[in-house]
């Protein structure tokens, strides 16, 4: 069985960040590096993630527990954590939410170059807490449950930030809420 956790290669980290994380941890899933800082500015082959090396691995233990998960990620910021899942825990859908509406374009470009689009989807602008927006019965469950494509009907699952009110929501689904 392949560990999420074991796609990763950890580097050397680097000193130099804020006081409150002063430590940069950094990892490379093949030619992708990761740098673990609040820095902003992520490159198709550089993403920042704001989490640090124990967040990191208590992330990718979650899709180790649920393989070949549908997966609702709330938060997005730089994408370092979008990109991270779909690099190394592959999960079967992904489904991001960002309250800004700036879309991260390394992001797009990381999933257009692993042709990941029909895997995983983030969206800007959306509240998480906004059950008029809530995106994920169309984009997420009915492709994992009616079909292999993706919906483009208006959802009607609320959201909550909290994971085990996210695994109520969609029983029968793996669920893990990171932000
Ligand atoms: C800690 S950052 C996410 C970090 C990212 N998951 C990572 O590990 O690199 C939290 C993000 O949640 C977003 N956010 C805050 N409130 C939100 C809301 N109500 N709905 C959607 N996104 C929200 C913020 O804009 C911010 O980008």
């Not at 550089?46 to 938060?75: C, M, S, T, W």
Request: hydrophobic residues 40%; proline residues 5%; contains cysteine.
């Amino acid at each position: 069985m392949n560990r999420a956790r074991d796609a990763l290669t950890w580097l050397p980290s680097e000193s130099g960040g804020p006081a409150w994380f002063p430590r940069v941890d950094r990892f490379r899933i093949d030619d992708v590096e990761f740098h673990c800082s609040f820095e902003q500015g992520s490159e198709p082959n550089r993403f920042y993630i704001r989490k640090h090396r124990p967040l990191v691995e208590d992330y990718l233990a979650v899709f180790d527990r649920f393989q070949a998960a549908n997966v609702v990620e709330l938060g997005i910021m730089e994408g370092g954590s979008v990109a991270l899942a779909a690099l190394a825990a592959r999960p079967r859908k992904m489904v991001a939410f960002e309250l800004e509406p700036e879309r991260v374009e390394a992001l797009d470009a990381l999933i257009a170059g692993h042709r990941l689009d029909q895997t995983v989807r983030p969206y800007y602008g959306v509240d998480q807490s906004d059950r008029g927006r809530a995106w994920v019965r169309s984009s997420l469950m009915s492709s994992a449950t009616r079909s292999s494509t993706w919906s483009s009907t208006t959802p009607r699952i609320a959201l909550s930030q909290r994971g085990l009110r996210l695994r109520r929501c969609f029983r029968g689904c793996a669920t893990a809420a990171s932000t």
